[in-house]
């Protein structure tokens, strides 16, 4: 099993950052895709972003292209999301995913992944 913690998120105005953290514990997760998706309210969860088990891989939502940087130490069990140039529409519950698969890219939607987190609240105000 894998536990999955976020941290990092936060009320900031359009245009700030935000880094965003998942500590995991458990199993190693040096061998595991992860990637990080939101939810709005009232609004099914939505793929953000991904990464393969080395880093050396990555792959964004259009929507957040150019402003969001996905990463990760394996070496800390940790992923990180930094979140730049932030807008109200980017509002949602965060959270982070990791899978047993060994394949990279896993599925961008939910049906992808085994293991969540609680998620972290980024809440951008206008």
């Known amino acids: 099993q894998v536990q999955l913690v976020e941290s990092g998120g936060g009320l900031v105005q359009a245009g700030g950052s935000l880094r965003l953290s998942c500590a995991a514990s458990?199993?190693?997760?040096?061998?595991?895709?992860m990637g990080w998706f939101r939810q709005a309210p009232g609004k099914e969860r939505e793929f953000v972003a991904d990464i393969s088990w080395t880093g050396s891989r990555t792959r964004y939502a259009d929507s957040v292209k150019g402003r969001f940087t996905i990463s990760r130490d394996n070496a800390k069990n940790t992923m990180l999301l930094q979140v730049n140039s932030l807008k109200p529409e980017d509002t949602a519950a965060y959270y982070c995913?990791?899978?047993?698969?060994?394949?990279?890219?896993?599925?961008?939607?939910?049906?992808?992944?085994?293991?969540w987190g609680q998620g972290t609240q980024v809440t951008v105000s206008s």
């Open positions: 458990g199993r190693t997760i040096s061998s595991s895709a």
């Open positions: 995913a990791a899978t047993r698969r060994a394949y990279y890219p896993p599925s961008p939607s939910v049906s992808g992944y085994e293991y």
